[in-house]
């Protein structure tokens, strides 16, 4: 036999179930060390010998073996009776797998267990689950025993087919045939309604309910006459119906023209999915990402087709989807593993399938897949108790294959978006401005986020910078287009022209070739910021404004000139050079900040000019917020815009202020604090710089004054701040004596003095203490981000 | 238990909050600093708030209304999200604090009190902070 090779010990498995690939290899995915039976390699003789007649035989059959009465089922049977069970049912005992009909069979297959004889059943009613709802059904079936090697019986072998359609095709018959018999004897009216109700009433398996109506002489009414099955006065039971009635309870109008009425149930359910369709498609379009979307959709579903969850889970990399949900899940807690476990199985499978299988504490669950790569699925659940009928499936796979559609054009325009915005956002330029430096930029055409205005910074050799605006001919892509291109070659030319009047006749040689580019307007400088000069030159472009720290403003009109690609063949750019005092503002736009339609463009200057000079001593970006705020016109900008705004370092700061005062230290910090944001310090490391000189003016205010004779003159404290484009530095000095800083720089006992020192070698970059005779100086410095 | 209707905002039944202005002279150009004590409610443990900034000159009400906190609960609530300044004395404060209560510290997140004092005190190994933005 071809068993024996698979009872020697060793896994055996396949072999045992050898005889289907299909239930065989479930049957192999059981984890059988866990039931009574033990592994299959375990098996005796005879339980493998009745598991494989059972997998090869066409006949529909099930078996259980051993103390638990451990279930097996084969193909057949899985297809006509077994239904969502499988395959959870394998392995299970027989009383859990058919724990609805168990006080039906048990007693039979005690019975077999207990005599070793057959049992026979003829067209036995049985309300199976096997769809999610109770079902009237009928089988013929005989248990039979099973014994095992020693001759005992242990299981039992079930043959069954299944009689419902016979049976439920018999019974209508009958009802069919004894409603017309007796034809010969003349009744009276009532006698005939009296009878054909008697009959009807006889099968209240198929006739859950009846209503016959008769018609008045004129055909306008109908009136009920006879009932089966239901309680007077019912909803569904009106006393009379009117055939002139737009929205009758029955359809009496056509019953009138001669026609039989037909079940409508269907074509109103394919008219309420096509509405639930038609919402669902409105509330999808109305969402925004994918992750808006699945959660949509899952309330969506959840409301059409009246499941208590619906979850949604996306795989991006290895096997522990995303999931979203409706209702949504509390933070932290995932899907059931039941649910998760339909997903998965669901989300390989092809399109608009749906899986039905059982969830936790007797629920149902329905899962479908979202695309063809198996990297989506959703699932709804439903409670104990309700059924999962044919039309709630289909509602889903419709619900269900419409969002897999929206979801694949929502994933391709998510790419092509993202595409989009990469290569804009390499066009526009820099988004890490170097330390002084503030830009804002605002394109006239929506979704596009680049226009034909540009702005650039460029390192150049010998700390200088590069600094550029510029405005090509046009609005929205053909004009992006064209910056872009230029922006690339102003970078370029910069690099290696030895000043902005060169660098500006090399653009116009390029711009010259490139269709759109001729007539663009660029302002172009080189910018030293340790000599404190501002070189540039001038194509066309709206003059900067310069403000001074003092809040009087210039414009840089010298060195003007045609725009690209515009000058006669004899012309050549000129350059100026421009003085930058401390402190002071350079800010570089495009006209469409200043630009308004029944103004003149030196209006627009200047009231930017008076804008900025306002907060010339302001961070410069707020200083950029301010401008962009004050200059927007009501109806928004027409034009592209762009704004490039630089602070040169401020004078340095000196503060003096006597230690006894208690409003001294205060005083300090509001100075400190207002020269910080003049000299375009961020807020991070202005906090930092605060913290330190407020340690290192604490330290002097609270020790300058120790063992100092009373008439001694009073202490001073000095605190000194410049600045570079690179470096803050800070020096705190006073005139009395120190306590001596700690040797060591390790951790002070909690709670005890001395953090202060510490704090500012944390927060600084290098920090000096030197205690004299005369007094106390820490010199400390802070590096800027670039 | 005496029957009272229970609010549903504890925070309206609380007694009323002593507030300390602090500083004599309002500095120049900086907020007026000022400490509130809010006794414990039935959900809030007793609550510091503090708001400016906090120097030398002030830090000794901080330190006396933590105290008035710590003497009433033991556990306590620093509410710094509003203070604009502060240093070491600040820290040295809430060490005092935490050895007489367990100490939450609220801070805001671009707010003075960063990252670096707290791990470079070591505080943040005995309060447990808490950043708001």
Known sequence: ?786 | MISDASPADPARHRPASSSVPAGSSAPVGSPQARFEFLPAGEREPATVRAVGDIDLTNVGQFQAALDQAAATSSAITADLTAVTYCDSATIRALFIAARRARLTIGVAAAGPINEVLLRVSGLDQIATVVTLD
């Open chain 1, 1 to 786: 036999m071809a068993l024996a090779a698979d009872a020697e010990p060793g896994p055996g498995a396949a072999g045992t179930f050898a005889a289907d690939a299909e239930v065989g290899r479930d049957l192999a995915a059981v984890d059988w060390a866990a039931t009574p039976l033990g592994r299959p390699g375990s098996w005796p003789q005879s339980l493998q010998t009745a598991v494989d007649i059972l997998l090869s035989s066409r006949f529909s059959m099930w078996m259980a073996w051993g103390p638990e009465l451990t279930f097996f089922c084969n193909a057949a049977y899985r297809r006509h009776t077994l239904g969502r069970k499988y395959p959870w049912a394998l392995g299970r005992p027989a009383s859990e797998v058919w724990a609805e009909i168990w006080d039906d069979i048990g007693p039979r297959i005690d019975t077999v267990l207990a005599t070793g004889k057959a049992t026979w059943d003829e067209a036995l009613l049985l309300f199976l689950e096997r769809s999610g709802y109770p079902e009237e059904s009928y089988h013929t079936f005989s248990y039979s025993p099973l014994r095992d090697d020693a001759g005992a019986v242990v299981g039992m072998l079930c043959v069954v087919s299944e009689d419902t359609e016979r049976v439920i095709g018999e019974r209508r018959m009958a009802t069919l045939r004894d409603l017309g018999s007796d034809p010969s004897v003349v009744r009276t009216e009532a006698e005939t309604l009296e009878f054909a109700g008697r009959q009807l009433d006889r099968n209240r398996q198929d006739l859950p309910f009846t209503l016959t109506y008769l018609f008045d002489h004129d055909r306008a009414i109908a009136r009920l006459a006879g009932s089966t099955g239901i309680a007077a006065g019912h909803p569904a039971a009106p006393a009379m119906l009117a055939a002139g009635d737009p929205d009758p309870v029955w359809p009496v109008a056509v019953l009138l023209r001669g026609e039989s009425a037909r079940d409508v149930t269907a074509e109103r359910l394919a008219a309420q999915r096509e509405s639930t369709l038609a919402g669902f498609a409105a509330a999808l379009a109305a969402a925004g990402e994918i992750s808006e979307m699945l959660t949509t959709a899952a309330r969506e579903i959840a409301a059409a087709v009246h499941a208590s969850q619906v979850t949604a889970a996306l795989w991006s990399s290895g096997d522990n989807p995303a999931s979203t949900g409706w209702p949504r899940p509390a933070p932290g807690q995932g899907a059931s593993a039941a649910v998760l476990g339909a997903l998965d199985v669901v989300r390989h499978q092809p399109a608009a399938s749906v899986v039905v299988r059982p969830g936790d504490q007797g629920s149902s669950l329905l899962a479908a897949p979202l695309d063809g790569t198996g990297s989506s699925a959703i699932a709804a659940e439903f409670p104990a108790g309700r059924p999962v009928g044919a039309e709630v499936r289909d509602l889903f796979s419709v619900l269900t294959s419409h969002l897999a559609q929206v979801l694949a054009k929502a994933r391709d325009y998510e790419q092509a978006r993202a595409v989009a915005l990469t290569l804009q956002h390499a066009i526009l330029g820099p988004t890490e401005l170097p330390h002084g430096f503030a830009a804002r930029y605002t394109p006239a055409v929506p979704p596009l986020e680049v226009g034909g205005d540009w702005y650039d910074v460029i390192p150049l050799p010998g700390q200088r910078t590069g600094v550029v605006a510029g405005d090509c001919v046009g609005r929205g892509l053909p004009a992006a287009a064209v910056m872009g291109q230029l922006r690339s070659a102003s970078q370029a030319v910069l690099l290696r022209a030895p000043g902005p009047a060169e660098a500006l006749a090399d653009l116009d040689t390029f711009a010259s070739r490139i269709p759109g580019a001729e007539c663009t307007t660029v302002f172009c400088a080189i910018l030293d910021p340790a000599a404190g000069t501002l070189t540039y030159s001038c194509a066309g472009h709206p003059p900067p404004i310069l403000v001074t720290a003092g809040a009087d403003y210039r414009l840089l009109e010298a060195a003007r000139s045609l725009p690209l690609a515009m000058l006669p063949a004899d012309w050549r750019r000129s350059q100026a050079t421009a003085v930058l005092p401390p402190g002071a503002t350079l800010m570089l736009y495009t006209d469409g900040l200043v630009e308004r339609r029944n103004q003149s463009l030196d209006k627009g200057i200047d009231a930017e000019a008076v804008t900025m000079a306002e907060y010339a001593q302001d961070h410069p970006d707020d200083v950029a917020d301010h401008v962009m705020s004050a200059m927007t016109p009501a109806v928004g900008y027409e034009d592209d815009v762009a704004v490039l705004i630089y602070r040169h370092p401020p004078a340095p700061l000196t503060v003096q202020v006597p230690a006894d005062d208690p409003s001294s230290l205060a005083l300090l910090r509001a100075r400190l604090r207002r020269w910080l944001s003049a000299a375009a310090i961020g807020s991070r490391e202005a906090t930092d710089i605060m913290i330190a000189a407020g340690e290192a003016s604490g330290n002097a205010f609270e020790h300058a004054t120790a063992g100092r004779p009373a008439d001694a003159a009073p202490v001073q404290i000095t605190l000194t701040a410049c600045a570079t484009h690179t470096m803050v530095q800070l020096t705190v000095a006073d005139t009395g004596s120190w306590q001596p800083p700690p040797a060591d720089r390790e951790q002070p006992a909690p709670g005890t003095r001395g953090h202060g020192v510490i704090f500012m070698h944390a927060l600084m970059n290098d920090v000096t203490i030197d205690p004299s005779a005369h007094g106390t100086t820490v010199t400390m410095t802070k590096d800027l981000k670039p």
